[in-house]
T-cell receptor
Framework: AQSVSQHNHHVILSEAASLELGCNYSYGGTVNLFWYVQYPGQHLQLLLKYFSGDPLVKGIKGFEAEFIKSKFSFNLRKPSVQWSDTAEYFC??????????????FGSGTRLSIRP | DGGITQSPKYLFRKEGQNVTLSCEQNLNHDAMYWYRQDPGQGLRLIYYSQIVNDFQKGDIAEGYSVSREKKESFPLTVTSAQKNPTAFYLCASSIHRGATDTQYFGPGTRLTVL
C-alpha cells in the first residue's frame, strides 16, 4: 500500500537557520505531491504542490520543495526561517487513478518550533 | 466569505452515545472529506464523497457514518461502535475529484469521550 514517511517528528531551530524537512513516499508510478501547513489555531492550508514539470516547486512564504523521483522524496526547504514559521507540516501524496481520484495519503507530520 | 465551517469546535460525549459533527462549505465544491487527526499519526481518511448522494469509505470507516444529501453539507456521525473516538476531526473539500485538486480544510472539531 502507498505510504508517506516524515522521519522528523519535531524540529527545533533558531530564527534565520535553514530548514529542510524530509518526506519520502512509497509508490513507483506517477504521483502528485503536496505540503500542507497547520499554524497554531489555524486551518490546515496548502503550502505548495507538484504535479509535473520543473521538480523544484516554489510555494507561499518563501518555502520550496524538490521532487527527486529516484529517491522517492519531496523535501521541504526554506533558506531562513522566521518565528512565524512555527507550525506543523504535513507531506501528502495522491496517486492518480488509485481507488478514487482525490484520495490523498498524509504523512504523520513534523512539528517545527522556531526559537526567537 | 467563502470557506468551510465545522461545528461545534469542542464536543464532549458519554460512552455509548452517538454524536454528529457538522461540516458545511460554500465553495461550491463537488468533493468533501472527513479526516481524523491523532498525535503522531497525521491525518487518516474516514469517508469521502465525490458527488451528492454518493460517498465512499476511507481507511478507517468502522464506527462512523456519513450522508451527503446536499452539495454543501457532509455530516459525520461517530457511533458507539467506534472504539476510540476521542480525536480531532477535520473536514475538507475540493472543487472536483481530480487528483491534482487542492483540498481546503475546516477548523476542526475536537471530540472527547468521557
Amino acid at each position: 500500500a502507498q505510504s508517506v514517511s516524515q522521519h522528523n517528528h519535531h524540529v527545533i531551530l533558531s530564527e534565520a537557520a535553514s530548514l529542510e524537512l524530509g518526506c519520502n513516499y512509497s509508490y513507483g508510478g506517477t504521483v502528485n505531491l503536496f505540503w500542507y501547513v497547520q499554524y497554531p489555531g489555524q486551518h490546515l492550508q496548502l503550502l505548495l504542490k507538484y504535479f509535473s514539470g520543473d521538480p523544484l516547486v516554489k510555494g507561499i512564504k518563501g518555502f520550496e520543495a524538490e521532487f527527486i523521483k529516484s529517491k522517492f522524496s519531496f523535501n521541504l526547504r526554506k533558506p531562513s526561517v522566521q518565528w512565524s514559521d512555527t507550525a506543523e507540516y504535513f507531506c501528502a501524496v495522491n496517486v492518480p487513478g488509485y481507488s478514487s481520484a482525490s484520495k490523498i495519503i498524509f504523512g504523520s507530520g513534523t512539528r517545527l518550533s522556531i526559537r526567537p | 466569505d467563502g470557506g468551510i465551517t465545522q461545528s461545534p469546535k469542542y464536543l464532549f460525549r458519554k460512552e455509548g452515545q452517538n454524536v454528529t459533527l457538522s461540516c458545511e462549505q460554500n465553495l461550491n465544491h463537488d468533493a468533501m472529506y472527513w479526516y481524523r487527526q491523532d498525535p503522531g499519526q497525521g491525518l487518516r481518511l474516514i469517508y469521502y464523497s465525490q458527488i451528492v448522494n454518493d460517498f465512499q469509505k476511507g481507511d478507517i470507516a468502522e464506527g462512523y457514518s456519513v450522508s451527503r444529501e446536499k452539495k454543501e453539507s457532509f455530516p459525520l456521525t461517530v457511533t458507539s461502535a467506534q472504539k476510540n473516538p476521542t480525536a480531532f476531526y477535520l473536514c475538507a473539500s475540493s472543487i472536483h475529484r481530480g487528483a491534482t485538486d487542492t483540498q481546503y480544510f475546516g477548523p476542526g472539531t475536537r471530540l472527547t469521550v468521557l
